[in-house]
Nanobody, 116 residues
Framework: VQLQASGGGLVQAGGSLRLSCAAS????????MGWFRQAPGKEREFVAGISWIGGYTNYEDSVKGRFTISRDNAKNTVYLQMNSLKPEDTAVYYCAAAPHSSYAYWGQGTEVTVSS
């Protein structure tokens, strides 16, 4: 079971980034996928999630209207499009997979830094 996140970097406030998470086939076909983040000195928090058929998404309140989660089942990849980035979005972003009701598999994280 492998999750590989990428796409992080340094961006100015108001800019955009798209994170990608490539998953091994075994875990991608029926799992809910999610993005989490952990800012320095803070606990990891949920950012966005998407159901396995892509029909249902949910977001943490502070990113609603700015972030969009999507998935491409043919490519075994989940994305997080982040627009109108703010300095408070600075964090390490992790993708995760939930086989049932909880997230059980985690990627290594990709760092996002938003400068003011």
């Amino acid at each position: 079971v492998q999750l590989q996140a990428s796409g992080g970097g340094l961006v100015q406030a108001g800019g955009s980034l798209r994170l990608s998470c490539a998953a091994s086939r075994r875990i991608f076909t029926s799992y809910t996928m999610g993005w989490f983040r952990q800012a320095p000195g803070k606990e990891r928090e949920f950012v966005a999630g998407i159901s396995w058929i892509g029909g249902y998404t949910n977001y943490e309140d502070s990113v609603k209207g700015r972030f969009t989660i999507s998935r491409d089942n043919a490519k075994n990849t989940v994305y997080l499009q982040m627009n109108s980035l703010k300095p408070e979005d600075t964090a390490v972003y992790y993708c995760a997979a939930a086989p049932h009701s909880s997230y059980a598999y985690w990627g290594q994280g990709t760092e996002v830094t938003v400068s003011s």
